[in-house]
Structure formats: structure tokens, C-alpha cells
């Protein structure tokens, strides 16, 4: 299996970044940890694993990244306009820096994005918010609420990076035309606190006429690592 670890000064984060490239080839998926999760988690929490095949036959290519959670949304020793502009250039080092490997090592026209819990949020708000550079997302219980992270803050760079408020009120054509094209998946389980807010964010993509699915499994399926690996093998790739 092709692994290659990446390192290098990000100037749109002004620190050295770290990922991981699993795979030879298949659909480039950018991969993002859960909250405050770093780029060697989805290896260690045996996902790579459970993609084993898929990955060794050429069906997907998986490009790990850091967050940087603990200096934006989480961090509460500074002002929570602090947190956003710290998540802004998070996302600018993804668009400017992380996306443009991806291409360099994958001639694929198309692009997937995923995550697991609040990954599935940085997955989803990456995903609606570049919907011309990601045409699928796989949200694993994701938890989408960033309002708990702002003590009241609220501005328009908040207002556009939650996917529940700036979805149901989203008018722009060249969104919404992309969105219609692309597929985005919500799958939680019926034990998962999380559930709610899938069922929330699938009712805006419903008003929306977005291609989606909303997957609820039973079986006491909670917010966890072992039935995000039997996701995993199902939905990606």
C-alpha cells in the first residue's frame, strides 16, 4: 500500500502542517480527524485498515489532514472572532495548499471529502462551501452546531460556516446548481446524540432538492469508532 507522509510551512497558517497520502489512485478523498484530532488518527483508529481493499485496488486515494481545532473553535482563551479567522485560514490552507496536492497526485476530475463527528462537520462545511472542488461528502455522526464555540458570537464569517444556517436560507444559483449535482451523505445511528442534528441538516438539503441520504442504522449504533469503521467500509469508496 502507498504511504507517504507530507510536511510543510503552511504561510496561510504561519506553522508547519502534517499529513498522510494512503493509496495509489481511485477518487481523491481529503479526510479530516475528529475534533482536535491529528492527521495519523484515521490510521490509528484502524479505518485505513477496514479500507484496506479498497484502497490496495485502486478505488480510493485518502489524504489525511491536522486540524487546527485547538486554535480555532476550541480554543477559549481568545475572543471567539479569534476562533473564526483562525478556522478561515484553515480552510484557505486547505483550498490553496492541500487541495492543489491532491490534484497533483490525482488526475481525477472528481473529489470527496469525510469525517467523523465534528470531522464530519469540517467535511460537510468544506463540501458547501466548495461545492465546484468537492462532489461527495460522507458525514460519519457529524456534529454540526459551532454556536457552542462562540459564547454569543455571531458574524457573517460564523454565519457562513454553519452549514445550519446558511443552507436553508442559501438563494445563490451557482451553489445551488452545483449542490444539485453533487451527493452528500449523512449516516449516524439510531444510539448517536448526533442524530438529531443529521436529521436537521437532511431536512434543509430535502427543501434544497440537494442529491442526498440521510442513513440512521440501528443495532444501538452510537457515536463511535467501531461503527464508523463499519460505515467506512460501506460508504467509501
Request: net charge positive; hydrophobic share 35%.
Given at each position: 500500500m502507498n504511504r507517504e507522509y507530507h510536511k510543510w510551512y503552511s504561510p496561510r497558517l504561519?506553522?508547519?502542517?502534517?499529513?498522510?497520502v494512503i493509496g495509489h489512485g481511485?477518487?481523491?478523498?481529503?479526510?479530516?480527524?475528529?475534533?482536535?484530532?491529528?492527521?495519523?488518527?484515521?490510521?490509528?483508529?484502524?479505518?485505513?485498515?477496514?479500507?484496506?481493499?479498497?484502497?490496495?485496488?485502486?478505488?480510493?486515494q485518502l489524504f489525511c489532514v491536522d486540524s487546527v481545532d485547538a486554535e480555532s473553535w476550541y480554543n477559549?482563551?481568545?475572543?471567539?472572532?479569534?476562533r473564526v479567522e483562525r478556522h478561515l485560514a484553515y480552510d484557505?490552507?486547505?483550498?490553496?495548499?492541500v487541495v492543489p496536492l491532491m490534484r497533483q497526485k490525482?488526475?481525477?476530475?472528481?473529489?470527496?471529502?469525510?469525517?467523523?463527528?465534528?470531522?464530519?462537520?469540517?467535511?460537510?462545511n468544506f463540501a458547501l462551501r466548495h461545492p465546484d472542488i468537492v462532489q461527495a461528502c460522507c458525514s460519519m455522526g457529524g456534529a454540526f452546531d459551532i454556536k457552542q464555540f462562540l459564547d454569543g458570537y455571531y458574524d457573517d464569517d460564523c454565519y457562513f460556516n454553519s452549514p445550519h444556517d446558511f443552507l436553508p436560507n442559501m438563494g445563490d444559483?451557482?451553489?445551488?446548481?452545483?449542490?444539485?449535482?453533487?451527493?452528500y451523505?449523512?449516516?449516524?445511528?439510531?444510539?448517536?446524540?448526533?442524530?438529531?442534528?443529521?436529521?436537521?441538516?437532511?431536512?434543509?438539503?430535502?427543501?434544497?432538492?440537494?442529491?442526498?441520504?440521510?442513513?440512521?442504522?440501528?443495532?444501538?449504533?452510537?457515536?463511535?469508532?467501531?461503527?464508523?469503521?463499519?460505515?467506512?467500509?460501506?460508504?467509501?469508496g
Open positions: 504561519r506553522r508547519d502542517m502534517e499529513l498522510l481511485g477518487l481523491p478523498v481529503l479526510v479530516f480527524p475528529t475534533s482536535q484530532g491529528r492527521f495519523y488518527e484515521y490510521e490509528d483508529r484502524g479505518m485505513v485498515g477496514a479500507l484496506w481493499h479498497k484502497i490496495e485496488h485502486g478505488a480510493v477559549r482563551g481568545i475572543h471567539p472572532r479569534g484557505a490552507y486547505l483550498l490553496h495548499e490525482n488526475p481525477s476530475s472528481r473529489a470527496g471529502v469525510t469525517g467523523c463527528s465534528f470531522g464530519g462537520y469540517h467535511a460537510m444559483s451557482w451553489y445551488l446548481d452545483r449542490y444539485r449535482r453533487n451527493w451523505l449523512l449516516a449516524t445511528g439510531n444510539w448517536d446524540f448526533c442524530w438529531s442534528e443529521n436529521e436537521r441538516l437532511a431536512g434543509a438539503m430535502r427543501g434544497k432538492n440537494m442529491n442526498h441520504r440521510l442513513d440512521v442504522w440501528g443495532d444501538n449504533t452510537g457515536h463511535d469508532w467501531p461503527w464508523w469503521r463499519r460505515m467506512a467500509v460501506q460508504y467509501i
